[in-house]
């Protein structure tokens, strides 16, 4: 009898061998890597790509495609892809997918955001022909079976369904977004419960959509931790199959620029209370409006402490000591032609009533230039922190870059967006804010409606 050993170890050698030889050009752990943090981009079988190489065990792949939410043709779309992926193809089944990804000791992910849906993979580095002609086969030959749309991907969707009915957060956000910007980038991330799923959402229909999202247009491949050249060599014997254009038969996709509205939505909730307050914010670095000023400006308000047992520097935190049963924080999403800066407080009705009051006169404080010198440096440092973390992070890099790629044929250089925010100044940020104050501001209010404020109750114009 063949020891368990024994298996594994020749399953492994057969894994690391069916994509043929390692590439003499190949790399070992103790290559020197680059040492910046930029990528390098090319083309291979039509497919834009970029890498950059870290001295280091381990890789990280994805494939960033451009079929977040915002672009379904239809309800339910991007939810049904994301799970769909790794399910079974043409070469593989589901099990065998599983059993390969752990002999090889990789993990494997994907999710989708607004914008884009982002298939990933984490490996060891040698490992890296295989998972390439894993990714490059998920989006080319995946089987869309009925069985497996029915029995793992529909209850599942059902399921993040009826857990977003008890998140106030997550509701208000989905109101903030869609009363910003209506359709596009304001279609809820998860299909609400009363969305008629049924009456969209068919195995058939992912199948023919996933041929205009995987088009070669569409996706872009990005990697931390390998070679260039070993990534242009795979991806061009792994990729080929992929559709060069959208198909005809499948709705085109909305590439209408977003744009902005405002308003007000109310949402009766007997399951906790949240308030969100947002204004037109800042696209991506690689986007065509890029403010770094509103990066700051959310460094500024803040909300949150970066440092344990301190209230923080940040205004709104400072703010937020007077409401200690009121958790506030400033966020700003980026996307490729619009953003939303939007800040949150979610607690007890009462001194979310007081505390939203605050927050708009801080904002106005912000736009009359009561800030001071040494805030101002702190709001600026913080910003340029987190834009550079963000884009060290490998999964949010891969996104941004990806996208950058897709959207603009341009890779997000995370130095370039370091440099842009040290040169924001005081007046900038001024300007922005009083902008903000004087345009339409969107508020979306879930929880006790009796107690929570209207819009123009705090001095907000919707």
């Not at 070992?28 to 910046?36: P, Q």
């Not at 779309?77 to 990804?101: C, M, V, W, Y």
């Not at 959402?201 to 070669?216: D, G, V």
């Not at 001071?372 to 973390?389: G, T, Y």
Request: hydrophobic share 35%; proline share 4%; with cysteine.
């Amino acid at each position: 009898m063949i020891s368990r050993a024994t298996l594994g170890r020749n399953a492994r050698h057969a894994l690391r061998n069916q994509c043929h030889s390692t590439p003499n050009t190949r790399r070992g752990l103790a290559a020197a890597s680059s040492g910046s943090f930029s990528y390098q981009t090319g083309d291979a079988s039509g497919v834009k790509f970029a890498s950059r190489d870290f001295a280091g065990p381990t890789t990280t792949l994805a494939v960033v495609a451009k079929a977040g939410t915002r672009y379904q043709v239809l309800p339910g779309f991007s939810d049904g892809l994301e799970k769909f992926t790794f399910k079974a193809t043409q070469k593989r089944s589901a099990l065998r997918i599983n059993r390969e990804t752990e002999l090889l000791g990789g993990e494997l992910s994907t999710y989708h955001s607004r914008e884009n849906l982002v298939i990933g993979a984490k490996f060891l580095r040698d490992d890296l022909p295989y998972f390439v002609e894993l990714l490059g086969e998920v989006i080319s030959k995946t089987r869309f079976t009925r069985h497996e749309f029915e029995e793992q991907v529909l209850p599942i969707i059902k399921l993040s369904q009826k857990s977003l009915l008890s998140n106030t957060k997550d509701l208000a956000i989905n109101s903030a977004y869609g009363t910003a910007f209506h359709r596009g980038l304001g279609i809820p991330l998860h299909p609400s419960s009363s969305t008629p799923l049924t009456k969209y959402l068919t195995a058939e229909r992912l199948e023919a959509y996933s041929q205009a999202a995987y088009a070669k247009p569409n996706f872009a491949v990005v990697a931390n931790g390998t070679s260039h050249d070993d990534l242009s060599k795979w991806m061009g014997e792994f990729f080929q199959d992929s559709p060069s254009t959208p198909p005809s038969s499948v709705p085109p996709m909305d590439m209408s620029p977003s744009k902005y509205y405002g308003g007000e939505e109310r949402i009766a909730h007997d399951g906790g209370n949240t308030m969100i307050l947002a204004f037109p914010g800042s696209s991506s670095y690689t986007g065509g409006s890029y403010k770094p000023e509103i990066s700051v400006l959310a460094a500024l308000l803040g909300g949150e402490s970066s440092i344990k047992w301190s209230p923080g520097f940040s205004l709104l935190s400072k703010a937020a000591t007077a409401h200690s049963q009121v958790h506030i924080s400033t966020s700003h999403a980026a996307y490729s032609d619009a953003g939303l800066l939007y800040v949150t407080m979610t607690g007890n009705a009462i001194h979310i009533k007081e505390a939203s009051k605050g927050v708009v006169e801080t904002i106005k404080s912000v736009a009359a230039g009561q800030i001071s010198k040494e805030d101002f440096k702190k709001a600026v440092s913080s910003a340029k922190f987190k834009a550079l973390e963000s884009g060290q992070n490998l999964e949010a890099g891969l996104e941004s870059t990806g996208a950058g790629l897709v959207q603009g044929g341009k890779a997000f250089q995370i130095d370039e967006v370091g440099k842009s925010i040290d040169g924001v100044t005081e007046d900038q940020v001024k300007k922005v804010a009083k902008t903000l104050v004087d345009g339409r501001a969107t508020v979306s209010t879930v929880g006790d409606l009796y107690v929570l404020p209207y819009a123009e109750e705090i001095g907000l114009n919707v």
